[in-house]
Each structure stands twice: as structure tokens, then as C-alpha cells.
């Protein structure tokens, strides 16, 4: 059991707006940034988003993210076929002196 | 440009032990954090271990207390994980990942492709 919650799968038409969330609790999210990783099949993952809400270049502005207490949310715009991958949140879990995952989400583009 | 390439993976008995190498290249490699990461098949990532740009402190997740050992060799540009006691549910791809080097505590900035660890009899 990942102490990030994400929902397991999420999916949208071509073109649509979609979010994936993350919840954790005042001992990771809620006291550190949020990070999000993008991972396609049979490839490591990828820096999407770090420090809740900043894109590194290269990383198109169709995604974005945010954090709110202890949640924190990845939005991805004008969904396109290539954005079907895996999505992780990740932040540093102070009560354990180590990172912690979300389980991940299969984002599914139909 | 930053590349990790790991090595060191393969097949082992339960109870044996392995090590995994990372060979760096393409940055100032005692500047940074450097992490292992590893992601059993068909399952999410999970944070294994990590050590500070200067060796001076080492982070575990609680699966690898004991049992997991980081260490860096900044004259070879070398990351390593000594895994003891092996068992089943280490079996994972292991990926070395390199940290931001600007503040703490690191993030997963670049990742390796990583390496393949099956335990099995």
C-alpha cells in the first residue's frame, strides 16, 4: 500500500483536458514538494514536474500540476495519443527519512 | 549529457548475494545525490536507497535496512548497491537515478535504463 494515493487508471479523448491526483498526507505532501514522473512501456521514467509545479524544458506546457495541502493534482491539455503512459507522484516522507511513491496511474488516451 | 548506465543485474538464488554498478558520465559527479530505484514487473516504482554528493549519509527504505548497502566511488564516477539476503520480491529492474544536486532532499532528476535482478531457486 503506497502511502501517495493515485487512481489506478484514467483515460480521455484527443484534444480533452484530464487530471490525475495524488494524496498523501502532513508528513510527505502536505511539508514537500511534489514531483511527477512519466514512464512509457519498457522505459525509465521521466521527469514531468518537480517542486509541485514546474515544468523542465523540454516538457510541453499541455502538462501542469498543483498542490493543496496534503493533495496534489497533474493536469495534461489537448490530450494526445502520445501522452499514453504511466503517471507517478512522488515526495519525501519526513516520518520515514525517505521517498515515497504513488502507485501510479495508466493514463489511457481513447 | 548526464548518462547512468547500470550493470550487475541478473539471476540469483534466494538468500545470495549481488551487486549493481552505475558507471556516470556527463556531469561533475561528486556534486550530487544519487539514489537507487527500483520497480518489480508490472508494479510501481519503488525508492530503495540514497546517498548524499559527499558519502556522508546514506537513506533506506525500510525493505532495504539491513539487508541493502549504497556506496560511491567519485574517483571512478561509480555508484554501487550491495544486496544481501535476497529474496523473492527484490526481484526488480533497478534503475540508478541522479539527484538535483541543488537542494534537499534531492529529487529523481535523471534516470539510468536500469537493470534486470531475479531471484529465484
Known amino acids: ?110 | 549529457q548526464v548518462q547512468l548506465v547500470e550493470s550487475g543485474g541478473g539471476v540469483v538464488q534466494p538468500g545470495k548475494s549481488l551487486r549493481l554498478s552505475c558507471a556516470a558520465s556527463g556531469f561533475t559527479f561528486s556534486s550530487y545525490g544519487l539514489h537507487w530505484v527500483r520497480q518489480a514487473p508490472g508494479k510501481g516504482l519503488e525508492w530503495v536507497a540514497l546517498i548524499w554528493y559527499d558519502g556522508s549519509n546514506k537513506y533506506y527504505a525500510d525493505s532495504a535496512k539491513g539487508r541493502f548497502t549504497i556506496s560511491r566511488d567519485d574517483s571512478k564516477n561509480m555508484l554501487y548497491l550491495q544486496m544481501n539476503s535476497l529474496r523473492a520480491e527484490d526481484t526488480a529492474i533497478y534503475y540508478c537515478v541522479r539527484g538535483d544536486g541543488s537542494g534537499w532532499p534531492e529529487y529523481f532528476q535523471h534516470w539510468g535504463q536500469g537493470t534486470l535482478v531475479t531471484v529465484s531457486s
Do not use: H, M
Open chain 1, 1 to 110: 500500500q503506497s502511502l501517495l494515493t493515485q487512481p489506478p487508471s484514467a483515460s480521455g479523448a484527443p484534444g480533452q483536458r484530464v487530471t490525475i491526483s495524488c494524496s498523501g498526507s502532513n508528513s510527505n505532501i502536505g511539508n514537500n514538494f511534489v514531483y511527477w514522473y512519466q514512464q512509457f512501456p519498457g522505459a525509465a521514467p521521466n521527469l514531468l514536474i518537480f517542486r509541485n509545479d514546474q515544468r523542465p524544458s523540454g516538457v510541453p506546457d499541455r502538462f501542469s500540476a498543483s498542490k493543496s495541502g496534503t493533495s496534489a493534482s497533474l493536469a495534461i491539455s489537448g490530450l494526445r495519443s502520445e501522452d499514453e503512459a504511466d503517471y507517478y507522484c512522488a515526495a519525501w516522507a519526513d516520518s520515514l527519512s525517505g521517498w515515497v511513491f504513488g502507485g501510479g496511474t495508466k493514463l489511457t488516451v481513447l
